[in-house]
């Protein structure tokens, strides 16, 4: 998965809490009537935890007893601890490496890796079971390979590739052989010699990752392997328990991605029985958002178009479709089991807000439960469901939350992010805009207006993109930044395309097999929209993004080069042959299969174009050890761009990984604004 990271070149968080202050931090309700707020203590240096009465506003100091401290293991230097709290409890101590301690539910166990193999060991007694005994540099059995953790298993999972059953009786593992998945090198140039860090890394259309599927049992220390072919060029999602840990869900979905399975896995004999079928004509999404009630499970799937909440039984039989409308990036949020109600928050209203909003179990009663023309960004419910705290804003609107009684109505503010010297002239004044496309879409956008705009000037735009598919780019809610004093203030500008997910999954099946195309006839729709703008200098804008924005920013100003002059690529995909296999052909297609949305996806065959209409100029900016966007992916522009005579700027970063900000974000910043002066205002 591509990840976009983002400094802005003029605007900051403003910290003159007289004018704009942080709101308290609600993590969560103590009971029916007392949420907790947490607020920093500047003489004790730490965070104080409070309980507030949601009735009368009192207020008391909230201790956390130790037998509230949640225990967790973890690797330190190469062996294990169970740490709660400052209590820190030593459980190996060996020679080898033991990595991604895992906590059974029940605290009695800690799953591990050693030396790629699955080990267990018990707390009260020391003694330690090993599952498998055939880890190597290829075999890893409960450590995932790099195309899972980056693309299905997530970030999250630190590459843990093992999942405890619910009664602490199983472990679900995977175990990938790599010995096909070609190298990929990346050169540290660190030191006299250097080195060189190896990755499997699965291309477009390289060999992946084998992969079988593991039930390893405590009371015998056998492993059980569900009845998959490990030869299958074939993926599987995250695994599902039941409640009870009497067998385990399996996600699976063939190479092509275009149908989605759930089957239920026998843990004694590894037997799969289907229970789920889902087939789109482009490509499936993952079961993420699964939730066990009494009778059977909620998921979220979009095949007709929107995403929608459906319940099934246990064995997987559809019950209801329990919602309707354009909902997007739905959420569950709660079940009452006792009044049969679901909450969940959706951008249903307008794509760019979201509200939370409840449904009965049969279907009946689906209703918005906040308010007003406002995105709430987060909401806490009481236990009984009779209290609602939101935070909630529009671009318009700072930040507020309010206590809403869900029966009555009745809704408080608690607090206000204005301060006492609030003054909205000071402040960057943001817009909300829309985009009517030739063929009917309506996408939306967002201008960021200089302070103390003059309405005989014309003034740089700076559009700052990610771009991927279904990244929200717009959002109507408030963003506590504040413009600072600037001799060359400039226009900021972010925008959607029909592919961001605010269309639904009917936008984004337009990307498919296509990468590129719609996104740049929708930004270029955009370009000739703000040429209309009589504050905007159609010469000077300046385009920037990352990873996928990078792509979309080295497209502009060659595939798109009439509109787009300047651009800042950052770590940019510049062909979608060199980016990694589950992702690109979740989109692409094999590059056997699509030769041609391949050819046009790729910046490089656009280069001719750059530089063809008029003065322009492209950055381009990259870690030597991005291990994501590799690299090559800059280099193969750039020696194009060097073949054809096309001059170009290039900035490296050595040793630095995908995003470069951390200890070089002061550099970076001062590159982006150094190529601001000498192209938007001409100051060399």
């Known amino acids: 998965m591509l990840l976009f990271f983002y400094a802005s070149a003029h605007s900051q968080l403003y910290s003159d809490t007289s004018i704009l202050k942080p709101l308290p931090r609600i993590t969560g309700w103590a009971d029916n009537e007392h949420y907790i707020v947490q607020r920093y203590n500047r003489e004790q240096k730490k965070d104080i935890s409070f309980l507030e009465n949601s009735k009368t506003g009192a207020e008391k100091e909230y201790v956390i007893s130790n037998t509230q401290l949640v225990a967790k293991a973890v690797a330190i230097d190469g062996d294990i601890f169970v740490v709660a709290g400052k209590d820190k409890k030593r459980i190996t101590n060996t020679d080898a490496e033991e990595k991604l301690p895992l906590l059974s539910p029940d605290k009695k166990w800690i799953a591990f890796l050693r030396n790629n193999d699955l080990f267990a060991i018990e707390l009260a007694t020391s003694k330690e079971i090993r599952f498998t005994n055939d880890g190597t540099e290829t075999i890893l059995n409960g450590y995932a390979s790099w195309v899972y953790y980056e693309e299905i298993l997530g970030r999250s999972s630190e590459y843990r590739a093992f999942w405890w059953s619910p009664g602490s009786k199983h472990i679900a593992f995977y175990r990938f052989d790599e010995s096909k998945v070609p190298v990929f090198p990346l050169y540290n140039s660190t030191g006299q010699h250097g080195f060189t860090e190896n990755t499997r890394y699965p291309k477009a259309g390289d060999p992946n990752p084998e992969v079988r599927v593991g039930i390893a049992a405590l009371d015998n220390a056998k492993v059980q392997w569900a009845d998959f072919n490990q030869q299958d060029d074939q993926y599987f999602g995250t ?112 794509s760019t807000r979201t509200d939370l909003y409840s449904v009965q179990l049969n279907g009946t009663k689906q209703k918005r439960l906040t308010f007003g023309e406002y995105s709430h960004t987060k909401t806490l419910l009481s236990p009984n469901n009779r209290f609602l705290i939101t935070t909630y804003s529009n671009s318009y609107t700072p930040t507020r939350m309010a206590l809403v009684d869900l029966k009555t109505g009745i809704r408080k503010d608690i607090d206000d992010s204005k301060g006492s010297k609030y003054d909205s002239t000071k402040l960057e004044r943001r817009e909300m805009i829309w985009l009517k496309t030739d063929d009917g879409f309506e996408l939306p956008g967002r201008i960021v207006w200089p302070v103390n705009l003059e309405k005989e000037k014309k003034y740089s735009v700076v559009i700052s993109i990610y771009g991927g598919p279904n990244y929200q780019a717009v959002s109507d809610e408030w963003f506590t930044t504040v413009q600072e004093a ?10 959607a395309h029909r592919g961001s997910g605010d269309l639904g999954k009917q936008g984004l099946n337009f990307l498919h097999r296509n990468l590129g195309k719609w996104e740049m006839t929708d930004y270029i729709a955009w370009v000739k929209w703000l040429r209309n703008n009589p504050y905007v200098d159609t010469s000077k804008m300046m385009i920037t993004g990352g990873s996928y924005g990078g792509y979309l920013t080295a497209m502009a100003l060659t595939y798109g080069a009439e509109y787009f002059k300047y651009g800042i690529s950052n770590y940019p995909v510049t062909d979608w042959s060199l980016y990694d296999s589950h992702y690109t052909e979740r989109y692409m297609d094999l590059p056997k299969d699509n030769p041609e949305g391949y050819k046009f996806g790729s910046v490089m065959t656009h280069v001719s174009n750059y530089q063809n209409y008029g003065p322009s100029m492209l950055l381009l900016q990259h870690g030597t050890m991005d291990d994501n966007v590799h690299i090559q992916n800059t280099y193969q522009l750039a020696d194009t761009l060097q073949m054809l005579n096309k001059p170009f700027e290039l900035m490296v970063y050595p040793g630095q990984r995908h995003g470069f900000l951390g200890p070089k974000s002061r550099f970076v910043l001062k590159a982006r604004n150094s190529f601001k002066d000498r192209y938007l205002f001409n100051n060399n």
Do not use: C
């Open 239 to 350: 695994p599902i328990w039941l409640p009870d840990g009497s067998s385990v869900l399996l996600q699976w979905m063939p190479r092509e991605q275009n149908n989605l399975k759930l089957y239920d896995i026998d843990l004694t004999s590894g037997a799969k029985k289907e229970i789920y079928n889902e087939t789109q004509s482009t490509w499936v999404s993952w079961i993420n958002r699964f939730k066990w009630i009494k009778n059977g499970f909620l998921m979220i799937r979009d095949f007709d178009g929107w995403e929608q909440i459906y319940y099934h039984s246990a064995d997987g039989r559809l019950i209801k479709k329990l919602t309707s409308g354009k909902n997007w990036r739905t959420e569950i949020e709660k079940v009452d089991e006792q009044t049969q109600t679901l909450y969940y928050t959706a951008n249903a209203e307008k």
């Open 486 to 495: 600037d001799a060359n203030p400039v226009i900021e500008v972010s925008f």
